[in-house]
């Protein structure tokens, strides 16, 4: 758990801080409430030297973010369809990020089903990252904000988790480097989202 007071915490690689930030709580407030998510999956990406990330090329303006400070969010658009949420670690200037997965939602609970519909079960809330963005309120607006400064969304500290309940796999749902051992979760929580191995992943040399 990173309880995000310490700014020095998150400017470490992102396979460090990915673990780490499992436990800890990701808060926004907008006009319509406030909804709180603890972290139960992340997944690392280590910019220019990840063929997954989206630094891999070189800085853009989409991307800057990532490239630092530390402790601001980096929000993108998945297919055109989802806002995804990823915590900036390493040291400025050079790209480095941790795509936030999955979560439980602590607060707000009625605010987030009416965001991702009534019906949707408790544990699905905020399961995968475009969920978890959905039911948080978080959206392009988002981008570049300061996680341990910031009024509208912030990171906290919440459940320190034992490292015997961390668990290691293959990133989600990415063509290159997927086999990567860089997505991190909790073992046996119901809120983690199933494995799915892109259609067009191919074996690649890992880290």
């Known amino acids: 758990m990173i309880d995000g007071q310490d700014r020095r915490l998150l400017t470490r690689p992102a396979e460090e801080v990915a673990p780490e930030l499992l436990g800890s709580v990701l808060t926004c407030k907008t006009p319509e409430g406030t909804v709180s998510i603890t972290i139960t999956e992340t997944e690392a990406y280590s910019g220019t030297a990840d063929p997954a990330s989206h630094a891999y090329r070189g800085r853009t303006p989409r991307n800057a973010v990532m490239f630092g400070p530390a402790g601001h969010l980096y929000v993108y658009r998945s297919h055109g369809l989802h806002w995804c949420a990823n915590v900036v670690t390493g040291t400025d200037g050079i790209a480095s990020a941790v795509l936030v997965r999955a979560g439980r939602v602590v607060e707000g ?27 948080l309120g978080i959206t392009a607006e988002h981008n570049g904000a300061d996680l341990l ?59």
């Open 149 to 207: 400064a910031g009024t509208s969304v912030r990171l906290s500290g919440g459940e320190r988790v034992p490292a015997a309940l961390i668990q290691t796999g293959p990133r989600v749902g990415v063509s290159k480097a997927h086999d990567w051992q860089h997505r991190f979760y909790l073992a046996g929580d119901a809120t983690v989202s199933a494995y799915r191995l892109s259609p067009r992943a191919r074996p690649s040399a890992g880290a």
């Open 109 to 135: 609970e009625d605010l987030a089903r009416r965001r991702r519909g009534e019906t949707v079960e408790g544990p699905r809330l905020a399961r995968g990252p475009g969920n978890f963005c959905q039911a």
